[in-house]
């Protein structure tokens, strides 16, 4: 059998301050296959976002492996792991923190085109107009600041910066906790679209089980920089085996109209 | 922008500081339309007292010269080296700021060590040392200046370019493979820089008086008028024509008011925008 398009075997990471170390990340295992949402579901503190970033190598485990499309992600620096980049990309909480207060939607998707030589200078308009197009926006965007649009707004050209590199997989930090219910079931909508028409993996980390629940394929569930347990997403809900899944899953609201 | 020019023009001192350096700018560029002669060479007699001859409103110096003349040039040379010491050394520091600040590790410790050993040396010391080996001309009194004033720039942008690292775009900008001189320069010092600004106006009166005090001590460019060099040559007879000393060190006083009170203004106008944000 073909080996899973991310492979993470025993990562590990601890932050050292002068007087405690806090393990984020305490041999933790998983993996994904191309086109497939894990959800990384966990309560504050539980090691979710390190292993979001120690994916995107924007934070260096202390040990373990992983693997990408059989390649050893971990071994490669510099210019290497810039090329690799664009198979990877991500998406972050805060929409806003996530750009430049200076940039201009169209310049935030000109770069990762021009980086990756996606396009050539004087076709890269036309290409974030229909990556603009692709998220849902109209394409006169690109000219406007980042900071002039709404945060639903900002949060598809997060979306659409990912996209421009064609990546297989992309790491969404939370990526909806911070908007609005109504803006937060259309965001959901536009990632399975994307999905379903590009074969695009997810990881999705929330520590929502509720909108986990609509978007991922398997959970799995961290507390205290471990993986406590994983599953078929209507499995784990249904019937959480861990302590963390069954406070997670009775945390959910439900309304009882009986 | 447009609230931050508002702010400004609200604040006292910025407005005050405005209308000075406005005067200035304007002595400045005037002189050589109202002045198109050698503000050096001699118009009249000797030691001609201010207000006692219409041609020359502010008298004469021991040689002959016009003052009036010779303040209106001696404004350009000030603001020339004053506005270039203080870009050349916010252009350094900031460079140096950044790159120290985000490469971090041990090139930061070796840039931080070098900005150490200039700032332990008065910046007036250093431009002396400096001036008298390699000879007094404009340009490298500007860069002995900017040698002594780099080091304030330097610490600031290092500082805020230290938090600016940690910010979600800049790991934005590494997850689309941006390279790391890029992130610095274009997603980091632009985001630094406005901080550093404030310190213009410090630099700039600072470096319009150690022009000056250069000047005074004969080291200062010999082939123009500066304020310094008409109070050293007035100090010869400073008990006879005391006014040969007091007319340029007038200009010197309100110059570098000028430019505190405005930096004061924009300093104003920037923390009610920051507030904002």
């Excluded at chain 1, 509720?210 to 809900?237: F, K, L, Q």
Aim: overall charge positive; proline content about 6%; aromatic content about 6%.
């Amino acid at each position: 059998m073909r080996e899973p398009f991310v492979v993470a075997e025993g990562l590990r990471k601890t932050f050292r301050s002068r007087e405690r170390a806090v393990i984020a990340l305490d041999d933790v295992s998983f993996s994904l296959a191309r086109g497939e949402t894990l959800g990384l579901v966990g309560p504050s503190g539980s090691g979710k976002s390190t292993l979001a970033r120690a994916l995107m190598r924007l934070v260096e485990p202390d040990g373990g492996s992983i693997r990408i499309d059989g390649e050893d992600w971990l071994g490669l620096s510099g210019k290497a792991l810039r090329r690799r980049r664009g198979a990877i990309q991500m998406v972050f909480q805060d929409p806003l923190a996530a750009f430049n207060p200076r940039a201009t939607i169209g310049g935030a998707l000109d770069d990762p085109l021009r980086i990756h030589g996606m396009a050539d200078r004087g076709e890269r308009p036309r290409r974030i107009a229909e990556l603009l197009e692709r998220v849902g926006l109209p394409s006169g965007f690109a000219q406007r600041a980042v900071h002039e649009v709404s945060g639903g707004q900002r949060q598809r050209v997060a979306i659409a910066r990912a996209l421009a590199t064609r990546p297989a997989l992309i790491v969404l930090d939370e990526a909806v906790s911070a908007l609005d219910v109504s803006v937060r079931g259309r965001i959901l909508e536009l990632l399975a679209d994307l999905q379903k028409s590009d074969g695009i993996a997810f990881v999705f980390v929330s520590h929502d089980l509720a909108v986990v629940r609509v978007i991922a394929h398997r959970v799995a569930v961290m507390d205290a920089g471990r993986i406590v347990e994983t599953g078929n997403t209507p499995d784990v809900i249904a019937n959480p085996q861990s302590a963390t899944g069954r406070a997670l899953v009775a945390a959910v609201p439900t309304l009882n109209l009986g | 922008m447009k609230r931050f020019v508002l702010r400004f023009l609200r604040s006292p001192e910025g407005v005050a500081g405005l209308i000075l350096l406005s005067c200035l700018v304007a002595m400045a560029l005037l002189a050589p339309v109202l002045f198109p002669r050698d503000p050096l060479a001699i118009v009249g007699r000797p030691l001609t007292a201010p207000f006692t001859d219409a041609s020359l409103p502010l008298g004469t110096d021991r040689l002959g010269r016009d003052v009036l003349a010779g303040l209106m040039h001696g404004a350009r040379a000030s603001l020339l080296v004053g506005i270039f010491a203080a870009l050349v050394a916010i252009l350094v520091g900031a460079v140096v700021g950044t790159v120290a600040g985000f490469a971090g590790g041990l090139i930061d410790e070796a840039l931080m060590r070098v900005v150490d050993a200039f700032q332990i040396v008065p910046g007036f010391l250093l431009a002396l040392a400096f001036v008298s080996v390699t000879g007094p001309s404009l340009p490298v009194i500007v860069f002995a200046i900017a040698l002594g004033a780099w080091t304030g720039p330097a610490r600031l942008a290092r500082a805020e370019v230290l938090s600016i690292r940690e910010r979600d775009y800049v790991a934005a900008a590494r997850v689309i493979g941006m390279h790391p001189a890029e992130i610095a320069f274009k997603e980091v010092l632009p985001n630094a820089l406005p901080p550093v600004l404030a310190l213009v106006s410090v630099i700039v009166a600072s470096a319009v008086l150690i022009e000056a005090a250069l000047s005074f001590l004969n080291l200062g460019d010999p082939n123009i008028v500066t304020w310094g060099s008409m109070i050293a040559e007035g100090r010869n007879v400073l008990r006879t024509a005391p006014y040969l000393s007091i007319v340029p060190g007038f200009g010197l006083v309100l110059t570098v008011l000028g430019v505190y009170l405005f930096g004061e203004g924009l300093v104003e106008g920037m923390a009610h925008r920051r507030r904002r944000q």
